[in-house]
């Protein structure tokens, strides 16, 4: 009688561990994936990247726990078992840049609005690097919009009115709207990514053995 218990354990953690993966990758992840295409700046960035190094060693360590509990055919479960952590890190590492992009695609809206603050941006020697950061309003309800995540390729004065991507409630910065022509591969690679992370954590679910392997 014991032995068939002592046998189911290691069965049972590998489930657990298993579980607490899939949350992280398709509750966690998401959320935080939203949060990275509502803020920016160097202190968001580096905590994204160490949520992915925490990500992509999870999924190691649940592949190394699957070769340990089924020893039968090692590699190819291991690979699959830690390609939700890994997947989940490619997620994370480029949701900020990518993410923004595949929200103003699919939720965008375009807006007249008014520059109301222009801050050009100095590289470390206090040169003028090109880089622009504006504030703007609502052309129409000089409702402040805060500032846009990517402007216009070419500096405009305050005063300008330009069209930018607003995303309703405020979800995501501005984006000026002659940016997005460009930026659909940008949102597709997103989305691929995405689809890619779900379809691999259903495999890794449906492949995980039912039964205890001899």
């Given at each position: 009688?014991?032995?068939?218990?002592?046998?189911?354990?290691?069965?049972?953690?590998?489930?657990?561990?298993?579980?607490?993966?899939?949350?992280?990758?398709?509750?966690?992840?998401?959320?935080?994936?939203?949060?990275?295409?509502?803020?920016?700046?160097?202190?968001?960035?580096?905590?994204?990247?160490?949520?992915?190094?925490?990500?992509?060693?999870?999924?190691?360590?649940?592949?190394?726990?699957?070769?340990?509990?089924?020893?039968?055919?090692?590699?190819?479960?291991?690979?699959?078992?830690?390609?939700?952590?890994?997947?989940?890190?490619?997620?994370?590492?480029?949701?900020?840049?990518?993410?923004?992009?595949?929200?103003?695609?699919?939720?965008?809206?375009?807006?007249?609005?008014?520059?109301?603050?222009?801050?050009?941006?100095?590289?470390?020697?206090?040169?003028?690097?090109?880089?622009?950061?504006?504030?703007?309003?609502?052309?129409?309800?000089?409702?402040?919009?805060?500032?846009?995540?990517?402007?216009?390729?070419?500096?405009?004065?305050?005063?300008?009115?330009?069209?930018?991507?607003?995303?309703?409630?405020?979800?995501?910065?501005?984006?000026?709207?002659?940016?997005?022509?460009?930026?659909?591969?940008?949102?597709?690679?997103?989305?691929?990514?995405?689809?890619?992370h779900v379809l691999t954590c259903a495999a890794t679910a449906a492949a995980w053995p039912r039964e205890?392997?001899?």
């Open positions: 009688m014991r032995r068939p218990r002592l046998r189911g354990r290691p069965r049972l953690r590998g489930r657990g561990r298993l579980a607490f993966m899939m949350t992280w990758s398709l509750v966690v992840v998401p959320i935080l994936v939203v949060l990275a295409s509502c803020s920016y700046g160097t202190s968001w960035v580096v905590v994204v990247v160490l949520l992915a190094i925490v990500s992509g060693a999870m999924g190691l360590a649940i592949g190394h726990s699957w070769v340990r509990t089924y020893m039968a055919d090692p590699a190819p479960r291991e690979l699959l078992t830690a390609a939700p952590g890994l997947t989940a890190a490619a997620l994370l590492l480029t949701a900020p840049g990518l993410a923004p992009w595949a929200l103003h695609d699919l939720a965008g809206e375009p807006t007249r609005v008014r520059v109301i603050e222009v801050e050009p941006v100095s590289d470390s020697q206090g040169e003028d690097s090109g880089l622009t950061h504006y504030r703007i309003a609502d052309a129409a309800t000089e409702r402040d919009l805060g500032r846009m995540r990517f402007g216009p390729r070419t500096r405009v004065p305050v005063g300008a009115v330009i069209s930018v991507s607003v995303i309703p409630d405020g979800w995501s910065p501005p984006i000026a709207t002659e940016r997005l022509k460009d930026a659909d591969s940008l949102a597709t690679t997103f989305t691929v990514l995405a689809t890619v205890t392997q001899s």
